[in-house]
T-cell receptor, first 114, second 114 residues
Framework: ETGVTQSPTHLIKTRGQQVTLRCSSQSGHNTVSWYQQALGQGPQFIFQYYREEENGRGNFPPRFSGLQFPNYSSELNVNALELDDSALYLC?????????????FGPGTRLTVL | GNSVTQMEGPVTLSEEAFLTINCTYTATGYPSLFWYVQYPGEGLQLLLKATKADDKGSNKGFEATYRKETTSFHLEKGSVQVSDSAVYFCALSGPSGNTGKLIFGQGTTLQVKP
């Protein structure tokens, strides 16, 4: 069974650029959630996708957007990058979106904005 | 809104010492509660969970009991090992809506010395 994978591992961008992060969910999982983890902080919920539809969004501006594909993999897009966007971006997959469902996390993508 | 507060770290213990990491939460109704662990350079792994009041979650010698009356979910282990050194996150999900989004505390770093 393949776990959650994310690409790339590390990324360096400059202010104003756009970035796309990718996530492959664990086999059989139909729900993907994205989190932003600033250095020394707990992860913050960005949004969740269930069967290709956005299903819940945290307190992030519209320049954070996403997609989920028919194979349940997902992308996180961030436009007009700001310095504060520098963080570890975590993807998590689960089977369904119930509050008790275990979410399986990928290793993350470390984004640095200069 | 819902929130999670953890004791500040770092926590430094000698091998075989007793561990307690305090976690309290604010939420309406009955959320599900989780402890996740993050080893250096890795993503988050679920350590244990509890989905209703008075439930005890346990795994790998770690335990936590869902206390509705004190809104707490403290993590304990009777005898820590060097391999337990990691960052521990308390989190909740629910109870309103069905997104299953996780709200994390800020994390507690545990360092165990031989």
């Amino acid at each position: 069974e393949t776990g959650v994978t994310q690409s790339p591992t590390h990324l360096i961008k400059t202010r104003g650029q756009q970035v796309t992060l990718r996530c492959s969910s664990q086999s059989g999982h139909n729900t993907v959630s994205w989190y932003q983890q600033a250095l020394g902080q707990g992860p913050q919920f960005i949004f969740q996708y269930y069967r290709e539809e956005e299903n819940g969004r945290g307190n992030f501006p519209p320049r954070f957007s996403g997609l989920q594909f028919p194979n349940y993999s997902s992308e996180l897009n961030v436009n007009a990058l700001e310095l504060d966007d520098s963080a570890l971006y975590l993807c998590a997959s689960s089977l369904g979106m119930g509050q008790a469902n275990e979410q399986f996390f990928g290793p993350g993508t470390r984004l640095t904005v200069l | 809104g819902n929130s999670v507060t953890q004791m500040e770290g770092p926590v430094t213990l000698s091998e075989e010492a007793f561990l307690t990491i305090n976690c309290t939460y604010t939420a309406t109704g009955y959320p599900s509660l989780f402890w996740y662990v993050q080893y250096p350079g890795e993503g988050l792994q679920l350590l244990l969970k509890a989905t209703k009041a008075d439930d005890k979650g346990s795994n790998k010698g770690f335990e936590a009991t869902y206390r509705k009356e004190t809104t707490s979910f403290h993590l304990e282990k009777g005898s820590v090992q060097v391999s337990d050194s990691a960052v521990y996150f308390c989190a909740l999900s629910g109870p309103s809506g069905n997104t299953g989004k996780l709200i994390f505390g800020q994390g507690t770093t545990l360092q165990v010395k031989p």
